[in-house]
């Protein structure tokens, strides 16, 4: 049987958790939204996805996020927050929670680390955190790093550092669960040159089908491209199936399985 998972971000939406130059909740869930993701779409995984929403304490927090765990098949439970203590221009860096995965923690505070430049304060042991003693299966609980450390907040912020974050905690889930990377169709078909705009029309109308990246780009859960939207990049080479060409505006979207895609003949053609 296939091993799962369940990830969720610390607080709620009524029960905020801390907030300085970064506001944990929000971040939290960004991040533990983008590891499912990836664990979904670029692995095989199997896992839920939980925030709170509705709590108004702090034990009914507790008890919500660890309650939705519980009820859940599964063989790890992450959750992810974000650490404070006081403001600082420093850098102060990531640190992994256990009860008793002791090994794993190691690894996921260490892997964030390398790719983010992070500093690692490694595995902590937390035996009275309500969380990792509470749920009935292995569990960790990530600290990205902390919302009040400028430094810190820096790093967190670039876009490409927060990408290699999420996968760098994604990739050590998957070689923990055993998951592996799905399939991804190439296409060594040479790249046409571009139609004329006269043509642009009929090119978009021309339906579902097998497109070609010739220039890399982001798969996005809505038609609207927002960067927090954003799933996985697509690179050079690989192809997506559309299933409807849309329009959004002036511009044009492919609609795939798994999100939207341009349909900017400079970034893709049909092939």
């Known amino acids: 049987m296939a091993k799962k998972y369940v990830i969720s971000s610390g607080h709620s939406l009524k029960v905020r958790g801390a907030a300085d130059i970064l506001d944990e909740v929000n971040e939290a869930r960004k991040v533990a939204n983008r590891v499912h993701s990836i664990l979904t779409t670029t692995y ?12 108004t304490t702090q034990q009914k ?39 008793d995965e002791k090994a794993l923690s190691t690894k996921v505070s260490a892997a964030i680390s390398e790719v983010s430049g992070l500093k690692d304060r490694g595995a902590k042991e937390r035996k009275e955190l309500y969380f990792l003693k509470a749920t009935n299966k292995p569990a960790i609980l990530i600290e990205v790093c ?16 927060f990408e290699a974050i999420c996968q760098a905690i994604a990739s050590v889930i998957a070689t923990e669960l055993g998951f592996k990377k799905k399939e991804v169709t190439t296409v060594s078909k040479p790249i046409k040159p571009a139609e004329s705009t006269s043509t642009a029309k009929s090119y978009y109308k021309s339906g579902t089908g097998l497109y070609r990246i010739k220039k890399g780009c982001y798969l996005y859960k809505t038609i609207k491209f927002d960067k927090n939207q954003r799933e996985e990049k697509i690179e050079p080479g690989e192809a997506v199936t559309a299933n409807e060409v849309v329009k959004y505006g002036s511009a044009y979207r492919l609609k795939t399985k798994y999100g939207y895609v341009t349909a900017d003949k400079e970034f893709v053609e049909k092939v």
């Not at 992810?80 to 256990?98: I, M, Q, S």
């Not at 902390?146 to 790093?155: E, G, L, Q, R, Y």
């Open 146 to 161: 902390f919302v009040d450390s400028k430094a810190d907040a820096k790093i967190y912020n670039d876009n490409d550092k």
């Open 44 to 55: 095989n995984g199997e896992g839920s996805l939980f925030h709170d929403n509705t709590s």
């Open 61 to 99: 927090n507790l008890n919500t996020i660890v309650n939705h765990h519980n009820c859940k098949e599964r063989d790890l439970d992450i959750s992810v927050h974000f650490n404070a203590a006081f403001k600082t221009n420093d850098p102060r860096g990531v640190e992994c929670l256990y009860y």
